[in-house]
């Protein structure tokens, strides 16, 4: 399946999850429970203005959150350690068939935001526009000057998130097709580790989420924009949902967090955080 069928598949999905979920069991506002969050450290500053805003409207429920990277909170829903699951990409096969046999069932997911993969250099590289093939092309250590891309004539340093990170698989399947990194590359724990790498060396090249701000440029990836309208139309090339998983259906409190989560209000918070609601979110 191509990636921009995949994508629509996954708008489609999105609408049905949500007519799903806004069709369960009634939740009584006074109940007191705790929720249980772990996973993509990408979705993790956005995760915990959620809770934060959630536990706002419902004093009487603990949101935790903590991150560690998708394969972290995978391994976690799995075990029954949390309640959600947060990625920033899909269930690799393996895990899929850990969930079903496990619990019987390969579990649900909800799209809850949309993201551009942004790539970051330092304000001090005059490179701006990147195709897809040159991005490539640096991470596979096939380009590793900036002067063949009309740069400087200095040596690229290529940063990424490591083996733990959603992120990192996503970039790695989707942008080299699967096949791996060079191994002339810096590795960091979180996307604001790389951005702080990538303001510290002028010749620095890292990626990571639009919701996260540095003093860094974003670089247009085949003359297209990573700005939010460009991302929730597709037509920037490097855009990507971000996910809940569950491994079972969702009741009481965790059913709605996440239905507040995909409703006008929980949209609204994860605009104003930086990432990119499912739907425009009319102003008020």
Sequence with gaps: MSFEKSMQMKSFYALIIILII???CSFK?????????????????LTEKLAEEYMKLYPGISVYVSGGGTAVGINAMINGEVDICTASRDLKPEEAKSLADYY??????YLIAKDALCIYVNPANPVRNLTIDELRNIYECKIVNWKELDGK???II???RNINSGTHLYFRDHILLGEEYCSDV??????PDIIEF???NENAIGYGSIGYKGKINSLNIEGIEPSAQNAQNDSYPITRYLHFFTSRTPKGAVK???DWVLSPVGQKVIKQSGFIPLWEVPPQ
């Design 186 to 191: 810096e590795i960091k724990p979180t996307t």
């Design 29 to 45: 506002p006074t109940e007191v429970a705790r929720i249980t969050i772990k996973g993509s450290d990408s979705m993790f500053q």
């Design 198 to 200: 990538v303001e510290a």
């Design 22 to 24: 806004n069709s369960g």
């Design 153 to 155: 004539n200095q040596k």
């Design 158 to 160: 290529p940063v990424i």
């Design 256 to 258: 709605n967090f996440i």
């Design 104 to 109: 019987g069932t390969v579990g649900l997911f």
